[in-house]
């Protein structure tokens, strides 16, 4: 009986010698040049992947009218990209469906920079993070946490859904692929690490970070707690001016009351939740709508522009802060 245990020891700690191993001490880093009048210009876009139902490819088409007038850059996607069940594998017609033949427009052939949401997880989320994708569409690079360095700004991209807890209690209606992430405790807090670490050494004039839930929101599902004490904390201590994410099924914009932080909701690419929400009235709510749209971010190094569009690209909300002086200058 000894012996057994002596070996289940040994295997055990070979395991974890492995999976230590296997894990980088830094997030991958990706490089994307800005144009030559110091401007950066790009989309923000959660919740989306239904083969252009719920008003998706209305959405789409939007994305595309203004992205050409904008010229943006690239387009962020905040998660739950493939409803509702991820995709099945690499080779899922969903993945064309609901992604290549919907955002077809000129101005949207950029690079799509995307985080896991939930609902990927419930399928085959490794299928998500494969490069076979890209070469069905070049468009496309997912991965769970990386860093994008766009000169200006450093966008940090953080896969959120492991860190909730909900998604590990048992019984559970749904499945989820934690392939790649366990164990849950030693992945959360490398990813915490890391991003602690690429924060502290980022020298951009703009730093944002990129998750698919929320730490402040007045949709649906509300403050994410978890992240509310894990994460929050790091963004303040290293400066973060703007974090982005899906999730909640609306468009959102909510202040944070012990720093220049701004909580910055876009989940409204396709189906949304009318009338479901909570805690309206928050004195740090700066903006709310519970219909479909997206948001674009314009920035040079010393200005950022915040705007909101509904499904009919109509603005519904712009915002605008100064770095130099911290001002915030809402314009209604």
């Not at 493939?82 to 609901?98: C, M, Q, R, V």
């Not at 963004?235 to 932080?261: F, K, T, W």
Request: aromatic fraction near 12%; charged fraction near 25%.
């Amino acid at each position: 009986m000894a012996s057994f245990d002596n070996k289940t020891m040994v295997l055990c700690l070979w395991l974890a010698i492995n999976f230590l191993s296997t894990v980088s001490s830094e997030l991958p880093r990706f490089e994307h040049p800005i144009r030559g009048d110091q401007r950066l210009k790009f989309f923000v876009i959660g919740d989306w992947g239904r083969n252009g139902a719920f008003n998706q490819s209305e959405v789409a088409f939007q994305m595309g009218r203004i992205g050409e007038e904008l010229d943006i850059d690239f387009v962020v996607s905040t998660g739950d990209n493939f409803y509702d069940n991820g995709l099945k594998g690499e080779h899922d017609p969903a993945f064309i469906d609901s992604f290549t033949n919907i955002y077809t427009a000129k101005s949207l052939q950029k690079q799509w920079y995307t985080v896991l949401g939930n609902h990927d997880y419930r399928g085959d989320a490794l299928a998500q993070l494969s490069p076979a994708l890209r070469k069905i569409d070049n468009r496309w690079l997912c991965l769970r946490s990386f860093v994008l360095n766009a000169e200006i700004a450093e966008l940090f991209f953080v896969d959120t859904s492991p860190f909730v807890k909900d998604y590990f209690t048992i019984p559970n209606e749904h499945t989820y692929d934690w392939r790649g992430v366990t164990p849950i405790k030693i992945y959360t807090e490398n990813v915490l690490k890391e991003l602690e670490s690429a924060l502290r050494e980022s020298t951009a004039k703009w730093k944002i970070v990129v998750g698919h839930h929320a730490i402040r929101s007045v949709g649906h599902h509300g403050d994410t707690e978890e992240l509310v004490e894990r994460l929050l904390p790091i963004l303040r201590a290293n400066d973060v001016d703007l974090y982005m994410n899906g999730h909640d099924h609306c468009l959102e914009q909510i202040g944070d009351n012990q720093s220049p932080i701004q909580y910055l909701t876009s989940g409204a690419g396709s189906k949304a939740w009318r009338g479901d929400l909570k805690g309206l009235n928050r004195r740090d709510l700066k903006f709310f709508y519970d219909g479909q749209g997206f948001m674009s971010v314009q920035m040079t190094p010393s200005d950022v522009e915040i705007v909101f569009y509904d499904v009919f690209g109509k603005v519904l909300h712009k915002w605008t802060m100064s770095k130099q002086l911290h001002d915030l200058h809402p314009i209604m």
